[in-house]
């Protein structure tokens, strides 16, 4: 089955650009979606088909997807960002995958 | 507006069945994908299982023939019946809403979960 590979955790200072990468073979051939976790809820979706922003996400939310490497990028990062950060693919099979997830820690 | 409720969590023992129940409101769940997802203590986001707007079904491995998704559409409700029970089953599980944009729902790699219920909690343990 796909795999997608996310590193654990990332951190960054408030205000500055958090980058989180999502691995998988040629998944720039394949549509990526990412959704925010935080601690006690429900996941939220963040980003839609590589790139696309839902109603009410910010601006400072923005994806992209080459390669094999898909990546979630949140420009002026803020205290309440803070989250778990899921990347979602579907596998040949009409399976949804999920990566293991990056932990955002606000500095 | 646009919700989902989940409900039938419990603790129960290896072995036993259970049924967890996704009550929607604001949408037809019958004319949109519908899916499971859990999350162990601790752990990442697992999906579960899928039942497409046309009733093809799909099941991660980990439940494959044990697990059995289904909907009611008079009542608006999606169902995982879960059997033979494992403590590796020991999960939160949310229903979610599977929605696609533009011209690319014939395409099923680009649906989204959209709309997540709050989940319930399943302990499976003697």
């Known amino acids: 089955s796909y795999v997608l590979t996310q590193p654990p955790s990332v951190s960054v200072a408030p205000g500055k650009t958090a980058r989180f990468t999502c691995g998988g073979n040629?998944?720039?051939?394949?549509?990526v979606h990412w959704y925010q976790q935080k601690p006690g809820q429900a996941p939220v979706l963040v980003i839609s088909?590589?790139?696309d922003r839902p109603s009410g996400i910010p601006e400072r939310f923005s994806g992209s997807n080459s390669g094999n490497t898909a990546t979630l990028t949140i420009s002026r990062v803020e205290a309440g960002d803070e989250a778990d950060y899921y990347c979602?693919?579907?596998?040949?099979?009409?399976?949804?995958?999920f990566g293991g997830g990056t932990k955002l820690t606000v500095l | 507006e646009v919700q989902l409720v989940e409900s039938g969590g419990a603790l129960i023992q290896p072995g036993g069945s259970l049924r967890l129940s996704c009550a929607a409101s604001?949408?037809?769940?019958?004319?949109?994908?519908m899916s499971w997802v859990r999350q162990a203590p601790g752990k990442g986001l697992e999906w579960v299982s899928v039942?497409?707007?046309?009733?093809?079904?799909y099941y991660a491995d980990s439940v494959k023939g044990r697990f059995s998704i289904s909907r009611d559409t008079s009542k608006s409700t999606l169902y995982l019946q879960m059997n033979s029970l494992r403590a590796e089953d020991t999960a939160v599980y949310y229903c979610?809403?599977?929605?696609?944009?533009?011209?690319?729902?014939?395409?099923?790699?680009?649906?989204?979960?959209?709309?997540w219920g709050k989940g319930t909690t399943v302990t499976v343990s003697s």
């Open positions: 088909c590589d790139s």
């Open positions: 040629n998944i720039g051939r394949k549509s």
């Open positions: 039942i497409y707007s046309g009733g093809s079904t």
């Open positions: 604001g949408f037809i769940v019958s004319r949109n994908y």
């Open positions: 979602q693919v579907w596998d040949s099979s009409s399976d949804v995958v």
């Open positions: 979610a809403r599977m929605e696609c944009t533009g011209g690319r729902c014939g395409d099923y790699s680009y649906y989204y979960m959209d709309v």
